[in-house]
């Protein structure tokens, strides 16, 4: 394929190779408005990966991998069936998490608007757990984009 003697066609092998290679879709050539529904076993291995790659430290690569998942499920995600619900509170955790470790500072507005999605999808299945982290960590990323401008004062005694 690199040396031009195989052409790929097939989208789902285009995407496959994009995310093991923690690039945008778009690099590939992949339309970004191509829409094909992700299952829930899709979804969740996608998940497995994004948090295998952040447990390896590897945060440009999930947060690629995350960004494109966020994107691939974009238009599926008005549904009230209780398994996607789930697996949409799950995901939105892992594209926080690792938007989170991504991003400067000053752009945590992206990682409070996922984990926004997250609590929304946690309280639409009634997972206190999972909105009690959404919660926790968006309080954090708050306080982490006040820090960054608000300077530190010293006490002198």
């Given at each position: 394929?690199?040396?031009?003697?195989?052409?790929l066609?097939?989208?789902?092998?285009?995407?496959?190779i994009?995310?093991?290679?923690?690039?945008?879709?778009?690099?590939?050539?992949?339309?970004?408005?191509?829409?094909i529904?992700?299952s829930?076993?899709?979804?969740?291995?996608t998940?497995?990966?994004?948090?295998?790659?952040?447990?390896?430290?590897?945060?440009?690569?999930a947060?690629?991998?995350?960004?494109?998942?966020?994107k691939?499920?974009?238009?599926?995600?008005?549904?009230?069936?209780?398994?996607?619900?789930?697996?949409?509170?799950?995901?939105?955790?892992?594209?926080?998490?690792?938007?989170?470790?991504s991003v400067?500072?000053?752009?945590?507005?992206?990682?409070?608007y996922?984990?926004?999605?997250?609590?929304y999808f946690a309280r639409?299945?009634?997972?206190?757990?999972?909105?009690?982290?959404?919660?926790?960590?968006?309080?954090?990323m708050?306080r982490?984009?006040?820090?960054?401008?608000?300077?530190?004062?010293?006490?002198?005694?």
């Amino acid at each position: 394929m690199e040396n031009g003697e195989t052409i790929l066609t097939d989208t789902h092998d285009l995407k496959h190779i994009a995310d093991r290679l923690g690039i945008p879709y778009e690099q590939l050539g992949i339309a970004s408005t191509l829409f094909i529904p992700l299952s829930v076993e899709q979804i969740t291995n996608t998940i497995a990966r994004i948090w295998s790659l952040i447990d390896e430290g590897r945060f440009s690569e999930a947060y690629a991998i995350s960004e494109n998942l966020a994107k691939e499920t974009y238009r599926q995600l008005k549904t009230d069936d209780p398994v996607y619900l789930r697996a949409y509170g799950q995901m939105y955790f892992a594209i926080a998490h690792a938007t989170s470790l991504s991003v400067r500072t000053e752009d945590v507005g992206q990682a409070i608007y996922y984990f926004q999605q997250m609590e929304y999808f946690a309280r639409r299945i009634n997972d206190n757990t999972l909105i009690n982290v959404a919660l926790t960590y968006q309080g954090d990323m708050y306080r982490r984009s006040t820090a960054a401008v608000t300077p530190l004062r010293l006490h002198n005694p």
